[in-house]
Nanobody, 127 residues
C-alpha cells in the first residue's frame, strides 16, 4: 500500500520561500498524476498545482501567478513544490495526492479526482 509523506513546511516571513517535498513509499508513482492542495480551517481543500505522469503538463491555481513551481523526481519517487514570494494568505496545511494517469497527460484540479493523500505539512507565512 502506498504511503505519501509531505515535508518542508514551516514558518517563514512574507516574501520568503519554502520547498515542499512529497515522497512515496510502497509503490512507484511513475505513471501517476500528482498534485498539491491546501486547506485552512473551515474551508474546502484548494487546488495548488498538479503535474502529469510524464511531467510534460503542469497546472496551477489562479492565485499562484508564477510564484510556485511543481516538479517530480521519478528516481526518488518524490514530488516537489517550490514556493517563492510567499504571502500571509498562503498559510495553510499543504497536502500531496496522486491518481492513476492511464498514460494520459491530463491534469486534474478537483480534490475528488485524486485517490490517495498524504497527511499534510503546515505552512505559516508571517506578515
Amino acid at each position: 500500500q502506498v504511503q505519501l509523506v509531505e515535508s518542508g513546511g514551516g514558518l517563514v516571513p512574507a516574501g520568503g520561500s519554502l520547498r515542499l517535498s512529497c515522497t512515496a513509499s510502497g509503490r512507484s508513482l511513475r505513471t501517476y498524476v500528482m498534485g498539491w492542495f491546501r486547506q485552512t480551517p473551515g474551508k474546502e481543500r484548494e487546488f495548488v498545482a498538479a503535474i502529469s505522469w510524464s511531467s510534460s503538463s503542469t497546472d496551477y491555481g489562479d492565485f499562484v501567478k508564477g510564484r510556485f513551481t511543481i516538479a517530480r523526481d521519478i528516481a526518488k519517487n518524490t514530488m516537489y513544490l517550490q514556493m517563492n514570494s510567499l504571502k500571509p494568505e498562503d498559510t495553510a496545511v499543504y497536502y500531496c495526492a496522486f491518481r492513476p494517469s492511464y498514460y494520459s497527460d491530463s491534469i486534474y484540479t478537483a480534490a475528488n479526482d485524486y485517490r490517495a493523500w498524504g497527511q499534510g505539512t503546515q505552512v505559516t507565512v508571517s506578515p
